[in-house]
C-alpha cells in the first residue's frame, strides 16, 4: 500500500523560498508510469493543483508559478521535493502531495490523484 | 486552462436526502473527469473516477455521471459521514485543475 508523507518547514518569512518533500512507500516512484505531484489549500479556498513530476525528469507546473516552482525527484531516497521561491503571505497554504495522475489508456481509479499525504500546513509571516 | 464551475457553492440537506452536485468544464473534457471528497484535517478522497466509475470502496449510494462539459455527482441518501466539501478535477489537460468546490453541510 502506498503512503505519502510530507515534511519541511512549517513557517517562513516573506522573500524565503519554500522547500518541501514527500516521502512515499510502499512502491518505487521511478515505476508505474505515474506522475507525482503537488497540491495546495489556501485558507478558505479550493484545491489548487501546483505542478507534476515523472519519472524523475519530466515536469509540468502551474502557469501563474512557473518563474517560481521547481519539483524534483530522487530515486535513490524514493521521494520527491517541492521548491517555491520568493513566498509572500499568499503563499500561506496546506500543501499536499499525490501520486497521480497518470495517463494509462482505460478507465482505471490509477490514473487520478491517489493516494494523498496527509498535508502540511505552510505559514508566510513576518 | 480548462476551468471548471460547480454550483451550488453550497448545499443545505438532511440526511437521508439526495444530494445533486454539478460540475461545468469550460471546454470539452470527454470523461477526464473525477470526484473528491474533502474533510477537514484529512486528505481528499477519490470518489468517482473518469466521470461515473466509482472508486474502491465507495459505497453505492454514490453516483456520477455526464461527458464533455457537464458532469453530476449524485448521492442517493445523505449519510451524517458525507457531510463534506465537494470538488470536480479534470486531467484531460495541463495544467490540472479543480473546481472550486461544494460544501455539503447539515440543514
Known amino acids: 500500500q502506498v503512503q505519502l508523507q510530507e515534511s519541511g518547514p512549517g513557517l517562513l518569512k516573506p522573500s524565503q523560498t519554500l522547500s518541501l518533500t514527500c516521502t512515499v512507500s510502499?512502491?518505487?516512484?521511478?515505476?508505474?508510469?505515474?506522475?507525482w505531484s503537488w497540491i495546495r489549500q489556501q485558507p478558505g479556498r479550493g484545491l489548487e493543483w501546483l505542478g507534476s513530476?515523472?519519472?524523475?525528469?519530466?515536469?509540468y507546473y502551474h502557469p501563474s508559478l512557473r518563474s517560481r516552482i521547481t519539483i524534483s525527484a530522487d530515486t535513490s531516497r524514493n521521494h520527491f521535493s517541492l521548491s517555491l521561491t520568493s513566498v509572500t503571505a499568499a503563499d500561506t497554504a496546506v500543501y499536499s502531495c499525490?501520486?497521480?495522475?497518470?495517463?494509462?489508456?482505460?478507465?482505471?481509479?490509477?490514473?487520478?490523484?491517489?493516494?494523498w499525504g496527509q498535508g502540511v500546513l505552510v505559514t508566510v509571516s513576518s | 486552462e480548462i476551468v471548471l464551475t460547480q454550483s451550488p457553492a453550497t448545499l443545505s440537506l438532511s440526511p437521508g436526502q439526495r444530494a445533486i452536485l454539478s460540475c461545468r468544464a469550460s471546454?470539452?473534457?470527454?470523461?477526464?473527469l473525477a470526484w473528491y471528497q474533502h474533510k477537514p484535517g484529512q486528505a481528499p478522497r477519490l470518489l468517482i473516477y473518469?466521470?461515473?466509475h466509482r472508486a474502491t470502496g465507495i459505497p453505492a449510494r454514490f453516483g456520477g455521471r455526464g461527458s464533455g462539459t457537464d458532469f453530476t455527482l449524485i448521492i442517493g441518501s445523505l449519510e451524517p459521514e458525507d457531510f463534506a466539501v465537494y470538488y470536480c478535477?479534470?486531467?484531460?489537460?495541463?495544467?490540472?485543475?479543480f473546481g472550486q468546490g461544494t460544501r455539503l453541510e447539515i440543514k
Open positions: 499525490a501520486r497521480g495522475p497518470r495517463f494509462e489508456s482505460g478507465f482505471s481509479e490509477y490514473n487520478w490523484f491517489d493516494p
Open positions: 510502499g512502491g518505487p516512484i521511478n515505476s508505474g508510469g505515474y506522475y
Open positions: 513530476i515523472y519519472n524523475g525528469g519530466s515536469t
Open positions: 471546454q470539452r473534457i470527454s470523461t477526464y
Open positions: 473518469d466521470a461515473s
Open positions: 478535477q479534470q486531467r484531460r489537460d495541463w495544467p490540472i485543475t
